[in-house]
């Protein structure tokens, strides 16, 4: 009877752990492959991109009004083309890279876990843009109109006030926003994922909603430019969210306690026939 020596338990557990590590490798290869691509085909569209995003700055001007941006650097306007590229990639990629992080822990994950993950998958996105369509169509423009009616026209003892944004500053303010809200738009999907971890209850989601209205406004002051618009646009849909993560909380503990009480169900069974089958002996 051959025995095993700690040498040969090292080399058992090695085969694994580089299985592993080249599959990690071959997802990274796959996903930076990828990136590199969706920031080449951004980077060669950068000056339509920008002008997408143009879209609530001339909203907010008006037809009539002077829509024109500057940059007072020579290198500015490259390096904001450069950071449309990394954004756009990021958005496009994204679908990829959350999939191939999927597959890699996949296989380690039992198949009700797997199933359970996957709508959480596919809503994280949909919540991402949902978050960034709110941005575009509602936030950037009131906010933009905020900025724009503080402009001063001049006339006797006063001297003109005119608003020219500078291309990079306009691109990272509404980057911000983008990012700020999508990122906050997740809150449901990550609420039902730690209820679904039995880590949090509906119960103390309702007992904390006064904490949460406090970081909510605390988190769009920070997350925010500092001006009222957008701090409450941040904050009213947070809040929202807040509240229907309660409801899917509350759903899923729901289904954790039917299926709780089906297992003691077929627990209390087993017990039953376990005492029946002693009776007889």
């Known amino acids: 009877m051959t025995s095993t020596t700690p040498e040969d338990e090292i080399d058992a557990s090695r085969a694994p752990l ?13 996903t930076m492959i990828v990136f590199v691509i969706a920031f ?6 950068a000056n339509e991109i920008f002008n997408f995003l143009l879209y609530p700055y001339e909203r907010a001007v ?9 940059f007072t650097a020579p290198q500015e306007f490259l390096f904001t083309q450069l950071k449309l590229g990394l954004f756009g990639a990021l958005a496009i990629s994204f679908p990829v890279i959350a999939g191939q992080l999927y597959m890699f822990v996949a296989p380690g994950l039992y198949k009700n876990e797997r199933a359970a993950f996957l709508p959480f998958l ?6 991402f843009v949902l978050g960034g369509s709110i941005v575009y169509f509602i936030v950037m423009p009131l906010a933009m109109s905020f900025f724009l ?3 001063q026209t001049g006339g006797e003892d006063q001297l003109a006030i005119t608003l020219l944004p500078r291309v990079s500053e306009y691109l990272s303010l509404i980057m911000t926003l983008i990012f700020a809200f ?13 209820a679904k971890a039995r880590l949090v209850t509906p119960q103390g989601l309702r007992d904390k909603r006064k904490y949460a209205i406090v970081a909510t406004f605390a988190a769009a002051a920070f997350l925010t430019p500092p001006d009222p618009i957008s701090q409450i646009g ?13 409801l899917s909380v509350a759903y899923v503990a729901k289904k954790q306690a039917e299926r709780d009480a089906e297992d003691g169900l077929l627990d209390d069974e087993d017990e039953d026939e376990d005492e029946d089958e002693d009776d007889v002996d």
């Open 18 to 30: 580089v299985e592993h590590l080249t599959e990690l490798r071959s997802r990274l290869i796959k």
């Open 40 to 45: 080449s085909i951004c980077f060669y569209f």
């Open 62 to 70: 008006g037809p009539d009004g002077n829509s024109q941006l500057i």
């Open 122 to 127: 596919a809503a994280t996105p949909i919540l």
């Open 149 to 151: 009616s503080m402009e």
């Open 182 to 194: 999508g990122l906050v738009f997740q809150l449901p999907v990550v609420l039902t994922l730690l």
């Open 234 to 246: 941040l904050a009213i849909p947070t809040l929202l969210l807040y509240e229907l993560s309660i």
